[in-house]
């Protein structure tokens, strides 16, 4: 990137900071609305040369980035709840009129929504879609050797979390997560 680019970069950003937080925050919550602007201004940093000449141009190309920031994030939301619904249906083959069944199902539904993002997307990867680590670390942009570790500490969270409800003991839930 040459000096020129670096320059208007800056520029960019120091006149356009404020207005993107602003635009951001009446969209979503304080923290998340710093990362759509980040998200943005990466996008924007990566596609200098895309920038238009004109500052008004260039502020309206920046808050159409941000846009599709924002619709990304709520489709990525949108999907983690609905995968989080798909995962109170996930059994073993037995009658679905049995009580333990259905209480084990409850009890992994609510400790599925008190994971961390991190945790959900590598038990998701791993058990619901079926990957393989280096699949599935792929999908992340890490390394095997990075997810690995990663998805142990999801099963070990989720573990804990289903012997907090004290429905059925902790290990039951790892012959179904293994």
């Known amino acids: 990137m040459s000096n020129q680019s670096e320059e208007r970069f800056v520029t960019l950003y120091e006149a356009t900071y404020g207005e993107l937080l602003r635009f951001a925050q009446r969209r979503v919550a304080g923290p998340?609305?710093?990362?759509?602007?980040?998200?943005?201004?990466?996008?924007?940093?990566?596609?200098?040369?895309?920038?238009?000449?004109?500052?008004?141009?260039?502020?309206?190309?920046?808050?159409?980035?941000?846009?599709?920031?924002?619709?990304?994030?709520?489709?990525?939301?949108?999907?983690?709840?609905?995968?989080?619904?798909?995962?109170?249906?996930?059994s073993p083959a037995v009658r679905t009129d049995d009580a333990e069944l259905i209480s084990r199902?409850?009890?992994?539904?609510?400790?599925?929504?008190?994971?961390?993002?991190?945790?959900?997307?590598?038990?998701?990867?791993?058990?619901?879609?079926?990957?393989?680590a280096p699949v599935a670390a792929a999908v992340l942009g890490i390394s095997p050797v990075a997810f690995r570790p990663r998805l142990s500490r999801a099963r070990r969270a989720l573990r804990a979390l289903r012997a907090l409800?004290?429905?059925?003991?902790?290990?039951?839930?790892?012959?179904?997560?293994s």
Do not use: C, M
Not at 40 to 65: H, N, S
């Open 165 to 177: 409800l004290d429905h059925q003991p902790a290990r039951t839930t790892e012959r179904h997560l």
């Open 32 to 90: 998340q609305a710093e990362d759509v602007v980040a998200e943005t201004f990466l996008v924007a940093w990566r596609r200098t040369a895309d920038v238009p000449e004109d500052a008004d141009d260039a502020r309206a190309w920046l808050f159409g980035i941000a846009r599709n920031v924002l619709l990304n994030s709520h489709r990525g939301a949108k999907r983690r709840q609905a995968l989080a619904v798909r995962l109170a249906a996930v």
């Open 105 to 132: 199902q409850v009890d992994l539904a609510a400790a599925w929504e008190n994971l961390s993002a991190v945790h959900q997307e590598a038990l998701a990867l791993a058990v619901l879609d079926d990957l393989t």
